[in-house]
């Protein structure tokens, strides 16, 4: 019977049916007898030759393929090992191949996403790996660009028309692309115009529109000092209506006093002005009527105090030690209110969370928006802001991933969910975030606070919190757990904290014709 498969194996191998062959021999019998051992070295001999052969081809699968046969019959042999760092070798020029392809296809995608269609055809020219992934690539280039110039041109009919709008419309898909004919110039005249217009909306008091077209001006991605000028007197009308509704009248006719020293033929900012200005006013004489002799009233204690020892105020300030309610900060945030200014949410972590306050993920930063947005983070490294979502989230129009931040960035986590990153003080590494478009739990905080070392309080722009009357800088520093003041701070209740001691949280504290409380979140 053995014979009989050795007679077989040896037909299969005449006829070049080498795997036939592998079957019959491969029986661990064949090697005891000599016929079979020399039909076993015959057959590994052809495995090489054909495996070289497919090698020479191409097709390494195949070739691993004989390999493996050709290693089941004739363990480490010399020429079966070569075979194999040749495969070995052939399969690492084949990925660097297949990898230098896959890089070529990307930048071909980002020379399309950049409407430069002309250069992402000659550049799959040069792919000398003319697959069908080539072909079909090339036909999405050349429809992108059909689509590409009939909405350049129904642009520039528009603009010609004076349908502002449409053109605007038009282009905000195309934002990224200049083209291969230089279309940056129609995108330049389309925000020419549509600067020309918000300002004569913001004259004119039509605030909506102008707002509405400032947003889709940003999405054209065009440079422009002047639509930086637009947006801040935006904001701070913003911030004046926020303001007025909260009663804070001064803090609202400062801000419009800004945006009516750049709008100086806005009536409707000179008439507000004017009206804030009487409610400021009448608030000061109602504060200062009678009814303030009452002021202190609602802090004193419930039970009489009229037999019980006045407490002595240490002044020896290397001793005193501080308040007992002023504890280490445990909590990720706490909330400053200013008197006549508003309230601050102030986180103390380098790395925050934003996003749903009914997120499976609590953030740092819970905002009332749809559960289903996901959590985005912000961290402080050195001096520097980076931004990170694990989807992507809009920033300045565009959608990113993880984003080096700067001053005045536009993040939107919906487009009812937005906020605008501050830096105004440039010696210092803390930021703000300007929530324009979405809202905390708490009514009255529009703004948050990503505190490192210190928080500055004055009457001027570079302050974190711009404070009209606070003309001495007043600074909050973040120092061994606590928030001390650098100026002096008397209590309401009467006590004393001096420069570097901890401040108490839920006490009045003031410093001049400061008054701030801090509450812890």
Known sequence: MFNLRLRQAQIAIKDGRLDAAYELVRDPSAGEHREGQRMVAELIDRFVARAAEHLDAGR?????SDWRKATSLGGRRKDVEQLRASIDEAMRRQSDQRQKRENAFRRVRQVIQAGRFERGL????NISHQSDSVCALSEEIEMQRDTAEQQYDQAQRALKQGDLDEAVDRLIPLAASTGDHDRSDLVRQAVKAGIDRVRSDLTDGRLDRAVDLLKRLHRLGWPSGELDVLQR????????????????HRAALHLLQRVAADLPKAKWALDAIDRLRRAAEEHDTILTSPLAQLRHVADEPAEPTRNKPKTTVIQNLDHAPPPPTAKPISAETMTLRIDG????????????????ISSPHRPTIGL????????????????????????G????????????????????????????????????????????????PQGDVRHVVLLDRELIIADHAA????TPGVRQPVTLVQRGGHLTCSADATLRHGGAVRAGEPLPFDRGIEVGTLTFTLSRS
Not at 370 to 378: Q, R
Not at 463 to 466: F, I, K, N, S
């Open 60 to 64: 390494l699968d195949a070739a691993e």
């Open 122 to 125: 000659r550049m799959l020219d």
């Open 368 to 391: 009332v928006a749809d559960p289903s947005l996901s959590v985005a983070t912000i961290e402080r490294n050195d001096e520097d802001y980076f931004l990170h979502h694990p989807t």
């Open 393 to 440: 989230i809009g920033l300045n129009g565009q959608m990113t991933k993880d984003h080096l931040l700067r001053h005045g960035d536009r993040i939107e986590l919906s487009g009812r969910c937005r906020m605008k990153l501050l830096k105004p003080h440039t010696a210092s590494t803390t930021a703000l975030l300007h929530l324009s478009g979405a809202r905390l």
């Open 341 to 356: 200014v508003g309230s601050y949410l102030v986180a103390t972590a380098p790395t925050v969370t934003v996003g749903p």
């Open 463 to 466: 302050a974190h919190v711009r």
């Open 233 to 248: 007197q935006v904001d701070d009308c913003t911030e004046a209506w926020q303001a007025a509704q909260r009663a804070e």
